[in-house]
């Protein structure tokens, strides 16, 4: 079956312009989390939904972070006003309650954000 | 708080000899400990995890890690390597938050095998 996808697979931004990178869960998956890995460094979370509800944010950088699952399926995260410094792929990973304690999380391709 | 060290940030191995990348935790309650592997311009797949279970943990593709709490190690291991197993390795602990797995990556391990 189809994987979590995310597109664009490439954004090039120049600093200053808003982005929005969006994220397609597995079909069903009731969790969605958006992960931010600069280059040479592992994933770090960013935020977390659990069907439309935003229930952990902590992790988002700024205020110029913002992301939205309105109908419980697919993501968009936005930066507003992008920096130098939000250069990084952003990875969207989601999972499904049910199947057992300690839930996989699938992850997609990643968006690569590069700006200039 | 959790997290984890990958004590090797890039290692080598010669095609059909072991696999050994190193991992050590920080935990304050008993964690949930998993592998993951990350191809270039693919994304991240789970090799295996940990979850109070078993203290030998078999994942896909021959690889196999063991939970040594005496240690706070969870070391990734895998016989003989091939070829294909050429990429970025991370170590992640995770704490249950709101009911779902919250995850601390480390810092990777990059795998090269020489041919």
């Known amino acids: 079956g189809a994987g979590v996808s995310q597109s664009p697979r490439y954004k090039v931004a120049k600093r200053g312009q808003d982005v929005a990178l969006r994220c397609d869960p597995i079909?069903?998956?009731?969790?969605l989390f958006w992960y931010q890995q600069a280059l040479g460094q592992g994933p770090e979370f960013l935020t977390y939904f659990q069907n439309e509800a935003q229930l952990d944010k902590s992790g988002l950088p700024s205020d110029r972070f913002f992301a939205e699952r309105p109908e419980g399926s697919v993501s968009t995260l936005k930066i507003q006003r992008t920096q130098q410094e939000d250069s990084a792929v952003y990875l969207c990973?989601?999972?499904?309650?049910?199947?057992?304690?300690?839930?996989?999380?699938?992850f997609g391709p990643g968006t690569r954000l590069t700006v200039t | 708080a959790q997290s984890v060290t990958q004590l090797d940030s890039h290692v080598s191995v010669s095609e059909g000899t072991p696999v050994l990348l190193r991992c050590n935790y920080s935990s304050s309650y008993s964690p949930s400990l998993f592998w993951y592997v990350q191809h270039p311009n693919k994304g991240l797949q789970l090799l295996l995890k940990?979850?109070?279970?078993?203290?030998l943990v078999k994942g896909i593709n021959g690889f196999e890690a063991e939970f040594k709490k005496s240690e706070t190690s969870f070391h990734l291991t895998k016989p003989s390597a091939h070829m294909s197993d050429a990429a970025e390795y991370f170590c992640v602990v995770s704490h249950i938050d709101f009911g779902n797995e919250k995850l601390t990556f480390g810092t990777g391990t990059r795998l090269t095998i020489i041919p």
């Open positions: 079909s069903g998956h009731v969790s």
């Open positions: 990973a989601s999972s499904s309650p049910g199947q057992g304690y300690s839930y996989e999380q699938y």
């Open positions: 940990y979850t109070s279970a078993a203290t």
